[in-house]
């Protein structure tokens, strides 16, 4: 990416453009679209067989002994499946997997030692390609297998991933590029599998990508909700070369033993990143100088913009099949509720939520929630002195833009007024 000389006070971060003018606080940084990131030409141009994926698979696609250069078209093709894999493919040197969708259904409530079991994607093979992939709802994003030296995601969405967003346990060298990982409960896994692997020696490149933390109902520990950090590293996982990276946190980690900076003594590289810290107080760790921290409005704004741009990059190239996930948050079932109270639901979709409406009994609480407390949390307020005293079923529907739905498995409530 080419460095802006022009303006004194100018700084580039993921292809914005942010101008301080006279040199103001970083506190004040405003970004302007200015450009944006070119990603590479496709792998799919290289020499070799492609294969073509397309429409609604309801079955995984699994094949592990692909050969060399192998081509896998999928950008027509969306993943439904129950499968704890959605997509896994191995085989050969320098496999590529272009586009494709795997859409999850696991509600917001699922525990996290159930979700950890369902993966988006596990791509192997040394030089691995994964370009353009789209992934919602799985416990794992893309997690890269036992024998993938030297693998890249880049162009890829992954969304609301209730373990880790990319996962590199097998500490090779590989590279993230122009990626959106929004809403993950670890950020970048490269802690050994094996106590005896040893990556130290390896670089993990992540460039021009936004990674967002996201507060799940199911943790692995602590209150909820909660998320664990962006790095899960240990001595012997790779050394990381971070540039023009955006991340975003807006509370603490529930695990102590992960990082929300870069793991110390691991950076191999580092220049034009951004932290966006929206939790209170000061940001949990230290951060090197080649972050820049952003709070409050600032910080939620510049977010916004850099992801709407990405989004404006990076078109689905599919209809909007899947429904949204949705789970109560409070009360909780079996509650007894007495005069004013708060309903809160957890609704997530793999593109845009529309509104949540809150249910008593089958009947509409009010008015539709369209205003998100955090990413994911809905709450109405409501008076239960206007119903009838007695046990009821209280739940939740969904809706997302394109007019599909999803409703939460009731709780029993009781009304005492």
């Not at 995984?60 to 704890?84: C, E, K, P, V, Y």
């Not at 997997?97 to 093979?125: I, Q, R």
């Not at 107080?281 to 409050?296: K, R």
């Not at 989004?311 to 599919?318: E, L, R, S």
Request: aromatic share 8%; proline share 7%; with cysteine.
């Amino acid at each position: 990416m080419t460095r802006l000389r022009s303006h004194p006070c100018a700084v580039r971060f993921l292809g914005l453009l942010v101008l301080v003018s006279a040199c103001e606080s970083e506190r004040e940084l405003r970004p302007v679209i200015h450009t944006q990131v070119t990603a590479a030409g496709s792998c799919l141009a290289q020499a070799g067989t492609v294969q073509t994926v397309s429409g609604v698979q309801t079955a995984a696609f699994t094949n592990t002994s692909l050969a060399d250069n192998t081509g896998i078209d999928a950008s027509a093709a969306q993943w439904r499946t129950a499968a704890h894999i959605s997509i896994r493919l191995g085989g050969g040197a320098n496999v590529c997997f272009h586009g494709g969708e795997t859409v999850g259904n696991l509600p917001p409530a699922t525990t996290w030692s159930t979700a950890l079991n369902y993966y988006a994607m596990v791509p192997d093979g040394p030089n691995v390609t994964v370009e353009g992939v789209r992934t919602f709802n799985r416990g794992d994003g893309v997690a890269f297998g036992s024998n993938a030296p030297n693998w890249t995601l880049r162009g890829a969405y992954v969304h609301y991933a209730r373990d880790g967003c990319v996962e590199n346990h097998f500490v090779f060298a590989g590279t993230v590029d122009d990626a959106l990982l929004d809403g993950c409960f670890i950020g970048f896994a490269s802690r050994p599998y094996q106590a005896v692997a040893d990556g130290s020696g390896n670089v993990m490149t992540i460039q021009n990508t936004l990674v967002r933390l996201q507060p799940m109902d199911g943790v692995y520990t602590g209150p909820v909700p909660g998320h664990g950090a962006f790095f899960e590293w240990s001595a012997t996982s790779p050394q990381l070369a971070l540039y023009n990276d955006v991340f975003r946190a807006d509370q603490p980690s529930n695990d102590g033993d992960e990082h929300m900076a870069p793991p110390p003594g691991k950076l191999a590289g580092c220049a034009n990143n951004v932290m966006v810290w929206l939790g209170p107080g000061p940001y949990p760790e230290p951060l090197p100088s080649c972050f820049t921290l952003m709070t409050g409005a600032a910080g939620l704004d510049y977010w916004n913009q850099a992801v709407a741009q990405w989004k404006a990059n990076h078109p689905p190239a599919t209809a909007d099949v899947g429904p949204p996930v949705v789970s109560l948050f409070a009360p909780a079932a079996n509650a007894t509720l007495t005069g004013a109270v708060t309903l809160t639901a957890t609704a997530v979709d793999d593109r845009e939520l529309a509104e949540v409406r809150f249910q008593l009994d089958g009947q509409d609480l009010g008015a539709a929630t369209t205003t998100d407390l955090t990413p994911t949390k809905y709450t109405l307020p409501w008076d239960s002195r206007g119903s009838a005293n007695g046990t009821h079923t209280l739940t939740a529907t969904a809706h997302d833009a394109a007019g599909n739905s999803a409703t939460a498995a009731g709780i029993p409530v009781t009304i005492s007024n």
